[in-house]
């Protein structure tokens, strides 16, 4: 049999394509070769594409019980992410901290983003409308150095109150000028509740979606017309709360729903013409009920949502049985129609503090920017189940 070192650059390199992030890590370090096929910008590796699972655990008080956490879905492992990967310790609120794909970014007092895992936060000019608990997308950052944002909604302090009148106009970020274009704000029928914790947004096929979690309202925004679609209502029977995520190629909305048999936690796919859907699946009882440790009526409610690509994590975001998770992987079947295929995440690593808040988000990881020193990968810690 041939010696691996006696093939080609191109099948050593189809070969590496197929090995999680962390083993290609350690892959890049055996020689020359394997270490210049692995940094390339050209390597073409389909765990570049797989989204991991972030977790940030913010403390109120003291900055340094912040901890922060990254899953590798294809490797099952956990990472602990160094200090300076967390959001910078003088935030004077929590509330305006956020994380979406390959950025975290804070809204209040200044508008500030930085790549995952990097240490550098950049400043943009500032927002229009300072605020808190916005909705947050980010757009052409894959062929732009600098990402255009748009942000929509959240609330702002009027001598320390909350004003909850004002929807706040949409504002879009503009790389090239530094200036923030300020736009029609939120139809009116979000005006009870205008920020992420009650709603939650999708960014797809070139419109940014909105979501009431309760109230199940519906409406999209063109990023090239900057114009509103006619709001909608967005219930499939029996839902109690739901989230609306874009995977892919499809938008699926994620809740919990009343059933005879009670309550379950159900996938639909969405028709982003019609707004009409179809059930997907749901997710299997016994490991709906090993998010929680207890049989208080209301404990469905910590349960949150994420996703990307055509992975959705569902995670309590209560410190009960230390904020667990499982996955779901939607994978197409013959004939267009989509099947689940529901998985426990591994505990995180400890020790685990308790947080006052937790910021939870996809995102998908470079290899080609780990090595190159554009991320810090260096002190994270490997942790397996």
């Not at 200044?110 to 400043?123: A, E, G, M, Q, V």
């Not at 990881?365 to 260096?378: C, M, P, Q, T």
Request: proline letters at 7%; aromatic letters at 12%; charged letters at 20%.
């Amino acid at each position: 049999m041939a010696q691996f070192s006696n093939l080609t650059p191109d099948l050593t390199e189809l070969i590496l394509s197929y090995l999680p992030i962390p083993t290609l890590l350690r892959a890049s370090t055996v020689c020359k070769l394997w270490y210049h096929i692995v940094s390339s910008p050209n390597f073409s590796s389909s765990t570049n594409q797989i989204p991991w699972f972030f977790l940030y655990g913010l403390h109120n008080t003291s900055s340094r019980n912040n901890q922060s956490f990254a899953f590798d879905p294809l490797s099952n492992l956990w990472f602990c992410l160094p200090t300076a990967a967390s959001p910078a310790p003088h935030l004077p609120n929590s509330s305006c901290f956020l994380g979406l794909d390959k950025f975290v970014l804070t809204t209040a007092p200044n508008f500030t983003y930085s790549r995952i895992l990097k240490r550098t936060w950049r400043s943009t000019s500032p927002l229009r409308f300072s605020r808190i608990n916005p909705l947050v997308g980010v757009f052409d950052h894959e062929s732009r150095r600098v990402p255009r944002f748009v942000v929509v909604g959240g609330v702002r302090f009027i001598g320390n109150l909350v004003d909850i009148e004002d929807r706040l106009a949409v504002e879009i970020y503009d790389p090239d000028s530094d200036t923030w274009q300020i736009c029609p704000p939120l139809p009116s029928d979000f005006r009870s509740g205008n920020s992420s914790q009650s709603l939650s947004s999708a960014l797809f096929k070139g419109r940014f979606y909105v979501f009431g979690i309760y109230s199940c309202f519906v409406s999209s925004f063109d990023l090239i017309q900057h114009q509103w679609s006619d709001v909608l209502i967005l219930r499939p029977p029996g839902v109690v709360f739901s989230f609306l995520i874009a995977c892919q190629d499809r938008l699926i909305l994620a809740g919990m729903c009343n059933t005879p048999v009670g309550l379950s936690f159900n996938l639909w796919k969405i028709d982003e013409k019609t707004m009409e859907f179809s059930s997907i699946g749901a997710m299997p009882r016994d490991l709906l009920y090993s998010l929680f440790d207890s049989d208080d009526d209301d404990k469905f409610a910590s349960l949150k949502c994420v996703g990307l690509g055509n992975l959705i994590y569902v995670f309590n975001e209560d410190y009960h049985k230390k904020y667990p998770a499982c996955v779901c992987e939607i994978v197409d079947e013959s004939g267009g129609d989509d099947k689940c295929s529901w998985r426990r995440v591994p505990p995180l690593p400890s020790p685990v503090n308790k947080f006052h808040k937790v910021i939870s988000f996809c995102s998908t990881i470079s290899v080609h920017n780990i090595l190159r020193g554009e991320e810090d990968f260096d002190q994270m810690q490997m942790r397996a189940d």
